[in-house]
């Protein structure tokens, strides 16, 4: 009876996404190694509701620090600073700078496609000063505008360890990805945002696109909006 009362149960019920035995059986372990996270001030710190998107970043920023990749982080595509909160904590304690760019005012009219015109106004509910208090100011540069427009607001010399993109659509995509793959870090990871949810096929075109000439591929997560991780080539 108990297992047909399990089979009965929707598939999104039978599998739940457990941590990484290393942040819980295996967390002692992990600490005396120099392991950087706190578990249980960083979750609240990254406010998705998505924790296997929360495990795929802490395995990233475990790696960038066990290798000591070199570089500062990157956000295109901030909204309300769900994530750049996270990320922003961690590059303090590697001693980086993180930077954060976003109109802070909804999709910009100029980035949306024939088909996209339905979205203007999206993602508004947010703003520069709301963001600045849940993030905060130490070493953290603020960029606010149309990207790539905003791009020689970065230093001549800058490199990234983490690059992540999150912009939804198509041409920001692509922007992005042509900014920051070349100032990458060897080993350096960019993660994208919402490749394999199937809402935004300008992003996955994008990324396509922009991948299929180079020497790295992209590497599926199964995070609820499919993001897609890429490791620049050594």
Partial sequence: MIEDAAIKKPWTERLVPLPPQKYTDNIAKYLARGGILDLDADIDRFSHNDRIRFYAFCMVVDQISKEGILG??????????????????????????????????????????ENERALAGAFANT??????????????????????????????????ALAHIDCDLGEPMMAGL?????????????????????????????????????????????????????????
């Fill in 72 to 113: 500062d982080f990157a956000e295109l595509g901030v909204h309300r600073g769900h994530s750049a909160r996270f990320l922003a904590s961690i590059a303090r304690r590697l001693g980086r700078k993180t930077f954060l760019l976003d109109t802070f005012e909804g999709f910009h009219k100029g980035d949306l496609g």
């Fill in 127 to 160: 703003t520069l000063d709301a963001v600045r208090r849940l993030v905060g100011e130490e070493e953290t540069l603020y960029i606010k505008g149309r990207f790539p427009e905003t791009a020689g607001q970065f230093p001549d010399d800058v490199s990234f």
């Fill in 178 to 234: 042509q900014y920051f793959y070349p100032r990458m870090t060897p080993g350096g990871f960019i993660i994208m945002h919402d490749y394999n949810s199937l809402y935004w096929d300008g992003a996955e075109k994008a990324i396509d696109d922009f991948f299929a000439d180079k020497p790295e591929s992209v590497i599926p997560l199964p995070d609820m909006c499919g993001s897609v991780v890429v490791r620049k080539f050594k």
